[in-house]
């Protein structure tokens, strides 16, 4: 189906507040993040969506929810304060159903994170111990990490990376947003000899990291 995108019959104001309209009905109908290119379909030429999306921003500023960039796209998301509440009504928060990661899966999905790509081997010799298959194996169900390229090392193991999604359920845009390493260790939320020795508190992964992301963000 075609659309007019230009709507040069409308005024710069009236065009401007449809592209609004049509991006922000756009992410609210997709289940997840959308991309430049998707939402470029629906507007003009001369649009700036990036001004579009400050626009509908500001618009949000007082509702219970927010655009976010995430995973190389924009969705609609609760803001973090209403998560107690909407736990109150739903018993589970949103995006949160998955598994919850055991200490040990929470690790090696922070190294992976970190070091990516990375072998297997790799990741054991990380950890002075064996990495197991079944382990790796609950992180690529969850689609938090999948195959990387193929290593230069004997035998041309595979490496693991992260995925989109990893991206969507850290609220990160980009893995450019991961906290320095060095800066965790400064705050005291990370240390290769703590890595080292699982002396990280599961919750590290999906609560202190992500309150760090956030005053970095």
């Given at each position: 189906m075609?659309?007019?995108?230009?709507?040069?019959?409308?005024?710069?104001?009236?065009?401007?507040?449809?592209?609004?309209?049509?991006?922000?009905?756009?992410?609210?109908?997709?289940?997840?993040?959308?991309?430049?290119?998707?939402?470029?379909?629906?507007?003009?030429r001369?649009c700036?969506?990036?001004?579009?999306?400050?626009?509908?921003?500001?618009?949000?500023?007082?509702?219970?929810?927010e655009?976010?960039?995430?995973?190389?796209?924009?969705?609609?998301?609760?803001?973090?304060?209403?998560?107690?509440?909407?736990?109150?009504?739903?018993?589970?928060?949103?995006?949160?159903?998955?598994?919850?990661?055991?200490?040990?899966?929470?690790?090696?999905?922070?190294?992976?994170?970190?070091?990516?790509?990375?072998?297997?081997?790799?990741?054991?010799?990380?950890?002075?111990?064996?990495?197991?298959?079944?382990?790796?194996?609950?992180?690529?169900?969850?689609?938090?990490?999948?195959?990387?390229?193929?290593?230069?090392?004997?035998?041309?193991?595979?490496?693991?990376?992260?995925?989109?999604?990893?991206?969507?359920?850290?609220?990160?845009?980009?893995?450019?947003?991961?906290?320095?390493?060095?800066?965790?260790?400064?705050?005291?939320?990370?240390?290769?000899?703590?890595?080292?020795?699982?002396?990280?508190?599961?919750?590290?992964?999906?609560?202190?990291?992500?309150?760090?992301?956030?005053?970095n963000?």
């Amino acid at each position: 189906m075609l659309v007019d995108t230009e709507l040069e019959h409308l005024p710069p104001e009236l065009r401007w507040r449809e592209w609004m309209g049509r991006v922000e009905a756009v992410i609210f109908a997709a289940s997840e993040p959308v991309s430049r290119e998707v939402l470029a379909r629906v507007v003009g030429r001369s649009c700036n969506l990036d001004l579009v999306i400050d626009d509908i921003r500001a618009e949000l500023a007082g509702r219970p929810y927010e655009l976010v960039a995430v995973a190389g796209g924009w969705q609609h998301r609760t803001k973090k304060a209403f998560g107690d509440v909407i736990h109150a009504a739903f018993g589970t928060a949103p995006g949160q159903g998955a598994k919850e990661l055991s200490q040990s899966e929470a690790l090696v999905l922070m190294c992976i994170a970190y070091f990516q790509p990375i072998t297997r081997g790799e990741l054991s010799s990380f950890f002075g111990k064996e990495v197991s298959r079944d382990l790796i194996g609950v992180l690529r169900a969850q689609d938090l990490i999948a195959s990387g390229p193929r290593s230069p090392q004997p035998g041309a193991p595979y490496t693991y990376v992260t995925t989109k999604n990893f991206l969507s359920q850290f609220g990160l845009d980009t893995l450019r947003q991961l906290p320095d390493f060095e800066a965790l260790e400064d705050a005291g939320l990370l240390s290769k000899e703590k890595l080292l020795a699982g002396d990280i508190p599961t919750g590290l992964a999906a609560d202190r990291l992500e309150d760090e992301l956030q005053s970095n963000a």
